[in-house]
């Protein structure tokens, strides 16, 4: 039996390549997952590794330092060298001309000690004066940028300073550029005392022992460099970990998605091998031979697909860091393979093959032996039992019912719960639901197709289950990505009003990191360019004397606006900073107050400049006055302007970022599933050789043929994205409403655009598969197809 079985598989190679592409598909993207975060891991390890380099203890304090704590610290007995260091987040940064270079750009001091710097250059040599900049090699080949070029940096709120590149650096800093400055320059972009000191160790003083002596000295905690590197590595390995634990959610899909396309192919290669199945029992072999027979064929093909998968996943391990830098991925990122990740590949491949198998092995090898002297070639479709039908009509009226009941309670949980039950119900209906809807979809066609169109319909609904089970996969697929597209794009509106509310004139100007911090010199900038017409300044501040946080909101000077937590209402007098002010309204929130600009530049000394509002100056059309304000901000690299649709855009770029991400990693199944439709449609052409031999005898033409295999697969694929979209619009609903109950306002929003998308990749796809099929079709002789046996 196993000569015959490897017999079998090798006779029948194309059918063994289709049942496997699933397979390698599937196996691609687990073996991918797990090389790339392997890669990931080691990387970030490696990096903190390398931050840690020349120090030999961190101390660090959450109360402020005393002013004279660094020289306290270098006369501590086996210290060598101390200084304070920062690290700075979301710094800006432009080009001398003042191009912004966007990003969540980092920097870090370089201390003047050499024995305390960390830092390695590839080109050029680390800061060494006033006024001098390393940048990472990744970000200069990005932007062009050349040792000796200028750039500015500064902090949120602070004012640029220009600086000289004098070296990259290969080490790189997430999704932004990494700079590094002297001790000084640093303290001075930052604005604020450092938290942290390293430390350099003298010769035979171990780092454990200095770092107790520190901490018994001055009271901190201060951490050897061993424990520093293996607390950096595990904050790095716990974020590869969950980096990895996303991909392989939808590895996970993926291998779901293959293993209902392996369990349709070899449903419909048992059943177009029924005579040989028969013809083996009646030569003598037992029914539990065949079925071994048939498992391990399934563990030869999960073999071979799962080898290949594991070359293809080393594939998709380089070009995953391109596709996830929305996710702040780095994009240098080398793929590491290992045993582990074979031998899971392999595991995975073989075990999911033959568990989908084992059901279709099971039905396919219970065949008589007299069928052996029938013609069984095309096997007559099994009904669907009716505890199958009342199981699935109870399991989705259930699911129903609590997307239903999830809108009223707002529970999550319930949404998630009654969408399970509602496509296990579906797909336990599936062979009644899907052959009924393709009717429906296909009338249309049918009307003016004319006879061979006819045919198509016909060919696609003669076998309920199959049909059903071949499209199942698809509308897995398009429900998980009709889901997420709904959810984000109903998502979107709010904060699109949000813009139109907040928008009270043309441009809006802000900071790059939302801090909602800018210079006060930026608005005598704005000031100073003519094409520029009104400014409306946004301040916020704290009164100590009230306890009210201050924001610009007041309709006029001398009057402002209140939340009713502070007992005065609208008439009465309100004394904020030892100056009275009328209260006009009130407002939702609470100890807040809301005067106009000019009144909290009068009433307070330093308040914060939050954002700027500008419009084009009268005569000025938008585009000059646009141009106005990106000359005004050019020294300023952390401000940013939007006008509205660029306002509403930032606002949702994560999310859109993140829809780009969960959809292009969720169009794999998709994929698969049109595998599947392409296995479907190649082995029914095998099975109907005979039967299209005689339409082409009859006067079907080969262009006929061709025509008929594509209205066939088109169909298949339409139906199944057209239920995956129904099914997706009454999940988001659910979803959206018990949002909602939460007081989010969601609503759902329909982005015809992208379900029309959607539905043409399908359409184009299922198109794309009928043509080996069709050649297949039209390839053999007509005397040859006639006297095949199926």
Do not use: C
């Not at 900049?133 to 949120?156: C, K, M, P, Q, W």
């Not at 800018?518 to 900038?525: E, F, G």
């Not at 007041?554 to 007992?567: F, L």
């Not at 609903?733 to 007081?743: F, K, N, P, Q, R």
């Amino acid at each position: 039996m196993l000569r015959l079985t490897l017999r079998t598989a090798r006779a029948n190679l194309t059918r063994s390549l289709l049942s496997s592409l699933a397979v390698v598909l599937g196996v691609a993207f687990v073996a991918g997952s797990l090389m790339f975060t392997d890669g990931l891991a080691q990387a970030m390890t490696g990096r903190a590794a390398d931050q840690y380099r020349a120090v030999d203890v961190e101390v660090t304090s959450t109360a402020r330092w005393p002013d004279d704590i660094v020289e306290r610290v270098r006369k501590i007995d086996g210290v060598r060298a101390a200084e304070e260091t920062w690290s700075l987040y979301s710094v800006g940064l432009a080009a001398a001309d003042g191009r912004k270079i966007g990003g969540d750009h980092e920097a870090v001091s370089v201390p003047s000690a050499a024995s305390l710097q960390s830092l390695v250059t590839s080109q050029g040599r680390v800061p060494s004066a006033s006024g001098e900049v390393v940048i990472d090699e990744r970000t200069a080949g990005r932007e062009r940028l050349r040792i000796g070029d200028r750039l500015l940096i500064s902090n949120f709120g602070g004012e640029a300073r220009t600086y000289t590149l004098v070296g990259l650096t290969p080490a790189t800093a997430g999704s932004g550029a990494l700079l590094a400055l002297t001790t000084a320059d640093t303290e001075a972009v930052a604005g604020w005392p450092s938290s942290t000191i390293v430390v350099d160790a003298a010769d035979g003083v171990s780092d454990e022992d200095l770092a107790a002596r520190i901490a018994s000295a001055i009271g901190a905690q201060a951490l050897p460099h061993d424990e520093l590197v293996r607390q950096a590595e595990d904050a790095a390995v716990g974020d590869a970990e969950t980096f990895r634990n996303g991909l392989l959610a939808f590895a996970v899909i993926a291998v779901g998605m293959a293993a209902f396309v392996i369990a349709n192919t070899f449903t419909i290669l048992l059943a177009q091998r029924t005579r040989e199945t028969a013809l083996l029992r009646l030569v003598g072999a037992t029914r539990r031979q065949v079925f071994r027979s048939v498992v391990l064929e399934a563990a030869v093909i999960g073999l071979g697909g799962s080898v290949l998968g594991l070359g293809g996943g080393f594939l998709l391990a380089y070009a995953l860091p391109a596709a996830l830098s929305a996710l702040g991925a780095p994009a240098d990122v080398a793929p590491v393979v290992s045993v582990k990740t074979a031998i899971v590949a392999l595991v995975v491949g073989v075990g999911v093959t033959v568990l989908s198998a084992l059901l279709p092995a099971r039905r396919g090898t219970a065949v008589p032996p007299v069928a052996a002297l029938s013609d069984a070639a095309v096997q007559v479709a099994r009904p669907t039992g009716r505890g199958r039908r009342m199981s699935g009509i109870v399991t989705l009226a259930a699911g129903l019912a609590g997307l239903f009941a999830a809108t009223a309670v707002g529970k999550i949980q319930i949404v998630a719960a009654g969408t399970v039950l509602t496509v296990i119900g579906f797909l336990l209906l599936s062979p009644v639901v899907v052959p009924a809807l393709v009717r429906l979809v296909a009338r249309p066609l049918g009307r003016v197709g004319g006879a061979t169109i006819a045919l198509a319909l016909l060919n696609a609904v003669r076998n309920p289950r199959r049909i059903a089970t071949t499209t199942n996969a698809l509308v897995l697929g398009v429900t998980l990505v009709g889901t997420f597209t709904l959810i984000a794009r109903s998502a979107e509106a709010p904060a699109e009003r949000r813009a139109d509310e907040k928008m009270v004139a043309q441009f809006l100007i802000t900071d790059s990191a939302d801090f909602s911090i800018l210079p006060p010199t930026l608005l005598d900038a704005l000031r100073g360019q003519s094409q520029i017409g009104a400014l409306h300044p946004n301040y916020e501040t704290f009164d100590d004397q009230s306890g009210l946080e201050i924001h610009t909101g007041a309709p006029r000077p001398g009057a402002a606006v209140v939340t009713a937590d502070t007992g005065v209402a609208p008439g009465g007098t309100i004394k904020i900073h030892g100056r009275t002010f009328e209260v006009t309204s009130i407002r939702p929130g609470t100890q807040t107050a809301w005067l106009t600009p000019d009144d909290i530049t009068a009433v307070f000394d330093e308040p914060r400049l939050a954002e700027v509002q500008a419009d084009p100056a009268a005569g000025v059309s938008a585009g000059a006055a646009r141009d106005a304000i990106d000359r005004a901000l050019a020294a300023f690299p952390a401000a940013v302007a939007y006008d509205r649709d660029e306002y509403a855009e930032r606002l949702n770029a994560r999310l859109n970022e993140g829809l780009g991400v969960v959809t292009a990693l969720l169009a794999l199944a998709v994929i698969i599933a049109l595998v599947g439709v392409a296995n479907t449609l190649t082995l029914s052409v095998v099975e109907r050789t005979r039967e299209n031999a005689l339409l082409r005898a009859i006067g079907l033409t080969r262009r006929g043929l061709r025509l008929t295999l594509a209205t066939e697969a088109l169909v298949m694929a339409l139906t199944g994205t057209l239920i995956g979209v129904l099914l997706s619009v009454g999940i988001t609903l659910s979803a959206l409403g018990a949002v909602e109950v939460h007081g989010s306002g969601l609503s759902l929003a329909m982005p015809w655009d992208r379900l029309g998308v959607l539905l043409a990749v399908a359409a184009l796809a299922s198109l794309a598969a009928s043509i080996l099929p069709a050649r297949r079709a039209v390839r053999l002789p007509l005397a040859e197809n006639l006297a095949a046996d199926g």
